[in-house]
């Protein structure tokens, strides 16, 4: 018997079914040890030793693989081929040989790109060692995130607030997103008018443009305001007397490429523009779809390893995708040789593939039956790029007609048209942020001719204005982090929505926006660390990591190289930098009430204008260009504060409006707005109180004591008044899931009671 050794219990119960009776195949249920959560957990005295332990919720499933491997001949780890499966494995193999539970078995690191029958055997019967490369490279990446959290983390709670956090890679995101918000800000509208021209050839009609006026090109600039455009407009029409004179027709035709195969990053981009998933749950959806789905026939992976930087095809996938397309399409949708695309990524790892069906003969619809929705949308964009990528260019055929109306005044009329769709059959990429027309729509112009007279229906001016440039989606700003070389493609999902928990950013109409505190958080760090928050300093990192994981440089020096200074840094600011010249900016304004100096100061509500004199002087303000003095907050009519008696006001907070007591600070009495609903169920801890539904910071629903704070019970799902029947806890609550349905489940989890409920009796949120 042998033991094989993955992540995950969906991965082994796939992989199972390939290997036979001969294997036995275990989850691991990802890392098995972490870096002790404490300071000294890398010591850069002792060679940046690190200290390590077993990641407690994972020790009964370490204790599971010690028990199976005492019966095995020998151990295969086969966890993922990147960095972080290589670390998952070396940990593993480190913890059984130090605990002597090992003893003389062979041991064997075994890789596959794709979880199907061939890739798994052969696999398996090909094994190799571990890579100590790929460790030292994730060893030193976890210590950098380390040293930089555990050093930067305490310096943002002495100097900004508590409770803050920095991250070696997350800080220069977050960089990314505060100065295009400032970009955004600074940014000055400019009017600019354009002129069009309605005009009909044998009865269609078009729309030709304005691009030269008394022989002088139009720029974008070139008419600025309505009287202008109204005198041009003036001038055309007199000049045109009712007619354009066809001065000249351009006619080509341009190929249009496929995009190339799947990358993480591209992956992630597109799900986002076209099936509105996050990174994280791109990221999920497609983890599920390699690790294996029951097709009818068992479990079978139906993507390759979704972690990938690589646009390469295997040769056997090339294959099969040319003969399905041939199948499909007809062979005049094949080029003549199969295509190759190369990476942007300087440090793509080439030996890996492209995101891509494990076979592209399983087609979307062939799978429906056996997947959810989601699953079902990111397989069938993974299999059109796919086969996408291999089909003919598309031809288009492009015309522009340029029209006179009078002497040196020409208006051009452009039209496209698909000639041959090639690709764009199957699949056609999408874009951020697109201005203008789609390249891609099809505008049909009517036939024109040199010398061919047109009616002129009409001259419209229209008005516009610049635009600054669009905050980041999550496809723009993934797409960002991988130009600037920010992360690697298994973090840009953990940078985004480790962004969000911090609460530096927000998401508003799907595009990213700092936060108060972000933009505090990264004025402090690009004006004191300036050089660990740089785009190239980052990339360079990343580059060192690969160059570790590749054999080319030893870890520990690149530790060395960045930790003396960094530390320098570090302490330097504790030492020199106040805490005032952090959370306040001084600004080009004196105070109406002192006259003492004005500054942009972060408060308990996010940031607000005020004295430097404070708390002398107590000026403040909303910090808002648009409006003066801060308007005065409204007055709840017909109540009081019960604490003080002072009028009670609706005011705006960090998380929102709330009530609040118009003495405040001397009377600091706050209510929500919205009054909870009462469940009538009896608190069960403190028997005092009921529960009521609530809603948390970020809108999640959960149902707590009405005696908060004196009591602190609460729970997330729906309470009921009945006692468990197992361990007598005097409440029940009704859990909603997709995949297990209604429950009555005991809130006590050490209990574990769980009873299925009527599908008419379920009222609770769905999980």
Known sequence: MNLVIVESPAKAKTIKKYLGPDFDVVASYGHVRDLVPKEGAVDPEQGFAMKYQVIERNEKHVQTIAKKLKVADALYLATDPDREGEAISWHLYELLRNRRQLGERTVYRVVFNEITKRAVQEAVAHPRELSLDMVNAQQARRALDYLVGFNLSPLLWKKIRRGLSAGRVQSPALRLICEREAEIERFERQEYWTIEADADKDAKRFVAKLIQFEGAKVEQFSITDGERAETVRQQ?????????????????????????????????????????????????????????????????????????????????????????????????????????????????????????PTSVLRDPASLRPYLNQEQQRLYELIWKRTLACQMAHALINQVAVDLSAGDGNLFRATGSMVAEPGFMRVYLEGRDDAKGGDDDEERMLPEMNEGDHVTLLGIRPEQHFTEPPPRYTEASLVKALEEFGIGRPSTYATIISTLQDREYVVLDKKRFLPTDVGRVVNRFLTEYFTSYVDYDFTARLEDDLDAISRGEVDWIPI??????????????????????????????????????????????????IGCTNYPDCDYTRDLNPDQGEAEAPDVVEGRSCPECGSPLEIKRGRYGKFIGCSAYPKCRHIEPLEKPEDTGVPCPKCGKGTLQKKKSRRGKVFYSCSTYPKCDYAVWDQPLDEPCPRCGWPVLTLKVTKTKGAAKVCPQKECGYRAPVEPSTATGETE
């Open 236 to 356: 055309l029409e007199q000049a045109a007397a009712g007619t354009l004179v066809v001065e000249s027709v351009k006619r080509k035709q341009r190929k249009r490429h496929p995009a190339p195969p799947f990358t993480t990053s591209t992956l992630q981009q597109e799900a986002a523009r076209k099936l509105g998933f996050t990174a994280q749950r791109t990221m999920r959806v497609a983890q599920q779809l390699y690790e294996g789905v029951d097709v009818g026939a068992g479990a079978v992976g139906l993507i390759t390893y979704m972690r990938t930087d690589s646009v390469n095809l295997a040769q056997e996938a090339l294959e099969e995708i040319r003969q399905c397309v041939a199948d499909r399409y007809g062979a005049d949708h094949l080029p003549p040789q199969p295509r190759f695309f190369k990476t942007k990524s300087k440090n793509a790892q080439e030996a890996h593939e492209a995101v891509r």
């Open 559 to 608: 530790l060395e190289r960045f930790w003396k200074p960094f530390k320098e840094q570090v302490d330097h600011t504790q030492a020199n930098v106040k805490r005032s010249d952090v959370t306040q900016e001084r600004i080009d304004e004196t105070c109406p009430k002192c006259g003492g100096q004005l500054s942009i100061r972060l408060g308990r509500n996010g940031r607000f």
